[in-house]
């Protein structure tokens, strides 16, 4: 029963996700920006219950344009993201390349770095910067890669950049997966391939996504390592972790 149902979940998600590529080629690209917004939500929130994911969402949304730092755990972080306020987010280059989810990454206006290329850093602060001014809504991954969602990876804070310097509130958000109320690793997708990672998202069973938004980051009079440590200290505590910024402030 557990393999039929994941094969059955599988075999929707790839339909599924095909349609919305069409969708994002032939449709979103000419919509106005709220009424892509409201797509994104739906489609964003359908994938989730088609994978068997069940979304909850804790805190308050904040309502204007801001930059969103979270943890990085799956593929579906996107998704559970894009449900609670849809943004552009920032990826490595690699994932421009990924069959499937890439295309979908490129046709909703994800802007893609290039890790080891101090330049390529420079060059998407600029992007994000002029996103911000646009009052548009940035979402990072400032851990640089993916965990197994059972710890917090020391925050990055170049790309936090152009939200300090234009006083561009902070939102920061931790993402944590459970199966049957107990945290689980099966959603990560750290040593394994995507496909890998969502047949164990689709065979399992009670599988749950909870999305904490936790309280805004003023920037205002603040560098970025200062800002850095302040959303590593909010989003530890929120995950009942040790917080490894301060655990390396501690060893240093």
């Given at each position: ?106 046709g909703v206006d994800t802007l893609f770095i290039e890790r080891k290329n101090r330049r390529s850093i420079l060059t998407v602060n600029q992007q994000i910067s002029d ?83 936790l309280p805004l980051i003023d920037p205002t009079g603040k560098d970025r390592r200062e800002v850095a440590a302040e959303a590593s200290a909010m989003m530890s505590e ?15």
């Amino acid at each position: 029963m557990k393999m039929l149902r994941g094969a059955i979940r599988f075999a929707a998600a790839m339909v599924f996700v095909v349609a919305c590529i069409l969708m994002v080629l032939f449709y979103l690209q000419w919509v106005k920006p709220e009424k892509k917004i409201g797509f994104l939500r739906t489609w964003c929130r359908a994938l989730l219950c088609i994978v068997g994911i069940d979304l909850k969402i804790e805190g308050k949304v904040y309502d204007q344009h801001c930059l969103i730092v979270a943890n990085h755990v799956s593929f579906m972080d996107i998704f559970g993201l894009n449900v609670v306020k849809p943004g552009r987010f920032i990826a490595k280059s690699e994932i421009a390349n990924w069959p499937i989810f890439g295309q979908i990454a490129k046709g909703v206006d994800t802007l893609f770095i290039e890790r080891k290329n101090r330049r390529s850093i420079l060059t998407v602060n600029q992007q994000i910067s002029d996103a911000l001014s646009r009052k548009q809504t940035i979402m990072l991954f400032p851990e640089g890669r993916t965990s197994a969602g059972t710890t917090l990876l020391p925050l990055r804070s170049n790309l936090m950049e152009p939200a300090v310097m234009s006083a561009t509130p902070i939102q920061p958000i931790v993402l944590l997966y459970r199966e049957h109320g107990l945290p689980t690793t099966k959603a990560s997708y750290t040593d394994i391939s995507l496909f890998a990672c969502l047949w164990n998202i689709v065979s399992s069973d009670g599988l749950t996504l909870t999305i904490k938004v936790l309280p805004l980051i003023d920037p205002t009079g603040k560098d970025r390592r200062e800002v850095a440590a302040e959303a590593s200290a909010m989003m530890s505590e929120a995950m009942g972790v040790v917080d490894p910024m301060q655990a390396m402030n501690l060893l240093n």
